[in-house]
């Protein structure tokens, strides 16, 4: 929601998304009248920066049609950006499947919302499914609905912005060691570093918030990354892409280079005759070319 329902912010997230390295976008789409009652209560770092009474008026400020769907989806397109929705409702899955996205997103949220995972089941893209705030019996659940064999699974601690000591990157093994997915991370933390860790415990997904400033007025800007920092997070993941390597131990090229020097070997510790026996007071073991 950090386009703050203005279509022209909206396409500036998506051009800026691209050139600071994202691979795809990702926009929220819901009716507000679908998601929540008219006097449900807010989160407390909604209630922070909001100046909202209910979820349903903060959502039905927030809310986008699908013409304006439409004409972002068109927009990523023409600038060679994957697009994708997050859908948490009945409309917004068909608004989806209208759209030739490569994967349809469930949120952290719809994991318990089970018509709307029967009618994810039906689609024939691939899902993501987010985790945050949820226990192994539920994530296992969802899974038996979807009845999907290569859904992806996104670890999350679904607090805004996450404390680092709530990330929890070893849930990465859990969630891969039990259901034999590909894995991933939705970080909400404001750390440019740890998705790039994620990677070294498996993530082949990584999704992060962005806004075009933190100090604009909304419920995510202040747990989103701005646009510098969020390439610098994306550098990091690349780099930590590029240093996971082989699972075969062996030399390097780059290493090889310098082998023979690193290595010792056995050498005179001083002249030896013809014929006399080595031993520790004549030999020993140094560097030598």
């Not at 068909?94 to 349809?104: H, R």
């Not at 024939?124 to 949820?134: M, N, Q």
Request: glycine share 4%; proline share 3%; charged share 30%.
């Amino acid at each position: 929601v950090n386009h703050n329902s203005d279509i022209k912010k909206a396409k500036k997230l998506i051009k800026v998304s691209k050139k600071v390295g994202a691979d795809c976008v990702k926009f929220q789409a819901f009716k507000a009248s679908e998601i929540a009652t008219k006097n449900c209560g807010l989160a407390l770092y909604q209630k922070k920066r909001i100046g909202f009474k209910s979820q349903y008026e903060m959502l039905k400020k927030y809310e986008l049609k699908e013409l304006q769907f439409k004409h972002l989806f068109e927009y990523a397109k023409k600038i060679k950006i994957d697009f994708l929705l997050s859908v948490f409702d009945e409309s917004s899955y068909y608004l989806d499947k209208k759209l030739n996205t490569k994967f349809i997103k469930i949120p952290s949220g719809e994991i318990t919302n089970y018509p709307l995972l029967n009618l994810c089941a039906k689609s024939k893209k691939r899902v993501i499914l987010s985790t945050g705030a949820s226990k192994i019996e539920e994530v296992a659940n969802a899974l038996k609905v979807l009845k999907k064999k290569n859904t992806v699974l996104l670890h999350c601690n679904s607090a805004y912005p996450s404390p680092i000591k709530d990330t929890n990157i070893n849930n990465l093994y859990t969630l891969k060691k039990i259901f034999k997915k590909d894995v991933g991370l939705s970080d909400h933390s404001k750390s440019t570093l740890i998705p790039a860790i994620s990677v070294g415990a498996g993530s082949t997904f990584i999704e992060k918030h962005i806004t075009l400033s933190n100090k604009m007025s909304g419920p995510d800007h202040s747990a989103s990354l701005n646009p510098y920092n969020f390439n610098k997070m994306v550098e990091n993941i690349r780099l930590a892409e590029k240093s996971m390597g082989s699972f075969k131990k062996k030399p390097s090229q780059s290493e090889k280079k310098n082998l023979k020097i690193i290595r010792k070997y056995i050498v005179a510790k001083k002249s030896i005759s013809k014929g006399q026996k080595f031993s520790e007071k004549n030999i020993c073991v140094k560097r030598s070319n």
